[in-house]
């Protein structure tokens, strides 16, 4: 799993059945200070998420299904929380 | 899927049984025009490609959904071969007759 | 899962059995910013895209899992969205760097 903040909001009329009835947002994840950051990505959310929250990402196709509860979803990665603070010890 | 075209074949006599048979291509990708621009790296063959083939190549899990490949340790398999791509209205590949 | 601009189509008779009837779109993977992320690549379509289409894109096997009928079959990039619209707060509104410490978000 990673952590990630929220950017943006993707709309989509016309999508897979799966997709339907949750949002999908664009996501950049965090990175330490002498990282190059990772690209964003898009991910589905499970979690009420919204611009600016920082969120816990699962970015697996099994793991994602057993959220979803569909043996078949065709979703990678979903948002299944909403992070309160982290710390870091190094 | 990536645009990829085959630029040798290769010969392996040790190698995983579940490999036996196995036709194993050499292919680079390529951008919408056929142009070499990656490194080379070595497919299955589910479709009777050659050398010099411009082809679609799938990568990772999904390369062992074929019936060739199920439960084999492969990463890319050559799953189509291409006759035209078009690109912003412009016909940028054509395979040859 | 990613977005993707549809920048035209690839015809291919000769395919692995079971993704005959599939449309095959060249696509180009782009960023937040609607930046390109590397060449292009082709994707299954689901949607009914067509070119200049925004959309998201799913990778791996579950680009396989996207398809309609037969789900065992070769394909690690599909179309599941056209998107009509995107909002994007720029970077520089949001600290993407985690500090030693406590971070707090709450």
């Keep these: ?4 903040k929220v950017v943006g909001t993707v709309v989509t009329t016309i999508s897979h059945p799966d997709y339907k009835n949750r949002r999908l947002l664009v996501v950049q994840p ?3 200070e002498d990282e190059a950051p990772d690209t964003d990505f898009i991910a589905l959310d499970n979690t009420h998420a919204g611009i600016g929250d920082t969120v816990l990402i699962n970015r697996e196709g099994n793991g994602a299904r057993q959220v979803l509860q569909n043996p078949n979803a065709c979703v990678i990665s979903v948002i299944v929380g909403i992070v309160d603070s982290v710390y870091l010890e190094e | 899927m990536l645009i990829a075209k085959v630029i040798g074949t290769t010969v392996a006599t040790i190698k995983d049984e579940k490999l036996a048979g196995r036709k194993l291509l050499i292919v680079r990708p390529t951008d919408e025009f056929g142009n070499p621009s990656g490194k080379p790296y070595v497919a299955i063959d589910t479709v009777d490609a050659g050398i010099g083939d411009l082809v679609l190549t799938c990568a990772g899990s999904s390369a062992r959904q074929t019936t060739l490949t199920k439960d084999t340790p492969v990463d890319a398999v ?13 016909i940028t590949f054509q395979k040859a007759p | 899962m990613l977005l993707g601009i549809v920048k035209g189509n690839a015809v291919c008779t000769i395919k692995y059995p079971g993704t005959q009837g599939l449309k095959l779109l060249v696509v ?8 390109p992320l590397g060449g292009l690549q082709v994707a299954a379509d689901i949607v009914h895209a067509g070119e200049g289409d925004l959309c998201v894109m799913v990778r791996a096997r579950e680009a ?3 398809l309609p009928d037969e789900k065992f079959v070769p394909i690690d990039l599909a179309l599941v969205g056209i998107v009509d619209e995107l909002e994007v707060k720029s970077d520089e509104f949001f600290n993407l760097t985690l500090q030693r410490g406590w971070n707090p978000y709450a």
Aim: charged fraction near 15%; hydrophobic fraction near 60%.
């Design chain 1, 30 to 32: 965090l990175g330490l």
């Design chain 1, 1 to 4: 799993m990673i952590l990630a």
């Design chain 2, 78 to 90: 050559i799953m189509a071969i291409i006759d035209t791509l078009e690109v912003e209205g412009q």
């Design chain 3, 28 to 35: 180009q993977p782009v960023n937040k910013y609607l930046q």
């Design chain 3, 64 to 66: 396989a899992l996207a």
